[in-house]
């Protein structure tokens, strides 16, 4: 089976003026993160708004992924439901699709216990022969999400359950699961803030909002480090941290400042996004605007 | 002036069975710290149960320390006042500078729950009253006051002794914060051991280390390769003590852990810490055991 690596840009969802999905501008997208040199491309994650799209968006969205994509780089899609079977029907749809890899998140609203949790992913991996990554969100509240010690266990019985993306913002959980993991699960860091030490402990790779505006420079912090060059990846990292700190915890606008810093750039990102999140301030505007200009991408 | 850096082991104090200071056994522990290649001793900080010292056993632990390293490597104390004020902060602080130590190690006042302002002006008053090189100890948890990035970088930007941060806040994102505000200012020094791999990653200077109590060599090591970019090697090691490490931060009672693994090893642990502290479980020990063998220190 194909071992999937690298930088994988979450990528927005950027909607028209009258809230349609902007098909041309996703194709667009798509074609400058290739461009610049990811590794792969990650559609319908929680930044690809993935709740807030009807069944119809949901599959355009994929469809178009994996034609524009056209086999350059391997295409994850996001495959979280309302419940086990509806998370086994968008499974089986991206799989039928041509997707590499889906991006499975914790069922979202029902508070899992682990018990739950472990049902959940059994009969998903069970239905549909497609690799799994788990997508480890819900540090905030503290009890949700899974843990080392389930994703491995899952990861033991399940061989297409096979990546885990860690999102709680807790290097020790990333490192654990790298540690005790072998060759059952490969972990993909899930957190733009911790990209770089967590590539340095042996994570394989990024889904990794910040790419979805920096592709290129995401994509060289990943090589630098698989090719030993830590001192050179340290400074690429440290001239990125002001952005990813914002991104991941100063502002809760995630979604928000992609699509500006995409529409800054020349790129689609598109109105703010569909309710109840709403745009960026003035003042965060202008201070995205410095430090994607420190950075030298304006 | 001299820079402090590499792995500091933060020294327990041991007791007779009477429950007395066991300087002999003190004396004997700092001896063995060094000769298995230390950076440097930090007493009296809170696996050196400060806040269960009387004062004269205080002012007794910080000059045996001192004088039995004898400037073999740099001494750090745990300046925090036997009440947890600025003006009992600033006694013991010349009280350490007078007795040769090289730094004051101050943790924040606890139980008072400072707020932005007060904590500014404790700092400022210490670091105007005392010359000596200072390193902010921030550690919600015990002192349920967690002072910010942002107010740590003000600090280090104003007051020139105050020249090292130790961040307890198990948070590794805020070593890179720190780093990435005034990273010219300030040098950073791991003070979780779940996080000094990963720290050093980011380019932390030091880590105050409890596992160095019982693991003092590995815990050098790791600085040691970090700082002539053997990654690979440094990473290989780290998850090789890390089970330990997790356990001595993990289970909450890192004095305890410490004193029961020295006393494991044939050095001075002693009784169980003063009240409420307890001791380890049985299967902790137990625990402790395994890992000290599996580790090859047993």
């Known amino acids: 089976m194909k071992e999937f690596r690298g930088m994988f840009p979450a990528m927005i969802t950027p909607f028209t003026k009258d809230d349609k999905l902007d098909e041309e501008g996703l194709r667009g997208n798509i074609e400058w993160y290739i461009k610049e040199g990811v590794h792969g491309i990650s559609c319908l994650g929680s930044i690809g708004e993935y709740v807030a799209l009807t069944d119809e968006e949901r599959k355009r969205v994929i469809d178009i992924t994996v034609a524009q994509t056209n086999h350059r780089v391997p295409v994850q899609a996001g495959v979280g439901g309302r419940t086990t079977k509806d998370t086994i029907r968008w499974t089986q749809y991206a799989k039928d699709a041509g997707a590499d890899l889906v991006l499975l998140p914790n069922p979202y609203y029902h508070v899992p216990d682990e018990e739950e949790t472990y049902e959940h992913i059994k009969r998903i991996a069970q239905a549909v022969d497609i690799p799994i990554m788990l997508y480890n969100s819900g540090a905030r509240p503290p009890r949700r999400g899974v843990m080392p010690k389930l994703a491995l266990r899952l990861a033991k019985e399940f061989e297409n359950f096979s990546y885990f993306k860690a999102s709680s913002g807790k290097i020790e959980r990333a490192q654990e699961i790298i540690r005790e993991g072998g060759n059952d699960i490969t972990l993909f860091c899930g957190d733009d803030a911790l990209a770089f030490p967590i590539f340095v402990l042996g994570g394989k790779g990024a889904i990794d909002g910040a790419a979805a505006i920096l592709p290129r420079k995401r994509s060289q912090l990943f090589e630098l480090v698989e090719n030993g060059e830590i001192e050179k990846a340290r400074e690429l990292w440290y001239r990125m941290v002001p952005l990813v700190t914002v991104l991941e915890t100063g502002w809760y606008k995630f979604v928000q400042a992609l699509k500006k810093g995409l529409d800054l750039l020349g790129k689609a990102g598109g109105p703010s996004p569909r309710g109840p999140k709403m745009g960026l301030s003035k003042d965060q505007e202008a201070a995205l605007k410095k430090m994607l200009s420190d950075l030298g991408e304006l | ?298």
């Open chain 2, 1 to 298: 002036m001299k820079e402090l850096k590499g792995t500091f082991v933060v020294t327990v104090t041991p007791f007779t069975t009477e429950d007395n200071l066991d300087e002999e056994g003190l004396r004997g522990n700092i001896d063995w710290y060094i000769k298995e290649g230390i950076h440097g001793i930090a007493c009296t900080g809170s696996t050196g149960e400060f806040v269960s010292l009387s004062e004269e056993e205080w002012e007794r632990v910080t000059n045996i320390t001192i004088e039995q390293v004898n400037h073999r490597v740099p001494v750090l104390v745990g300046t925090c006042g036997g009440q947890p004020t600025t003006k009992a902060t600033i006694k013991r602080t010349k009280y350490a500078k007078d007795a040769g130590a090289d730094g004051a190690l101050i943790v924040h006042p606890y139980y008072s729950r400072s707020n932005e302002e007060e904590l500014y002006e404790h700092y400022k008053k210490i670091a105007e009253a005392v010359d000596i090189p200072i390193m902010i100890y921030n550690n919600p948890l015990t002192t349920h006051t967690d002072a910010s990035p942002e107010q740590l970088a003000t600090l280090a930007k104003d007051f020139p002794n105050i020249r090292y941060i130790k961040e307890s806040s198990g948070q590794i994102q805020r070593v890179q914060e720190i780093i990435s505000l005034a990273g010219d200012h300030v040098a950073v020094f791991c003070g979780d051991d779940v996080l000094a791999f990963e720290s050093f990653v980011l380019g932390a200077k030091g880590w105050i280390a409890a596992s160095a109590n019982i693991i003092p060599k590995k815990c050098a090591q790791l600085f040691e390769l970090m700082e002539k970019g053997n990654i690979a090697e440094a990473r290989n090691l780290w998850f090789k003590i890390v089970p330990l490490t997790s356990s001595v931060e993990g289970w909450g009672r890192l004095a305890q852990t410490a004193k029961k693994g020295l006393d494991l090893l044939g050095r001075a642990g002693g009784p169980s810490p003063r009240g409420p502290k307890l001791d380890i479980t049985k299967e902790q020990e137990k625990e402790l055991m395994k890992l000290l063998s599996d580790l090859g220190e047993l």
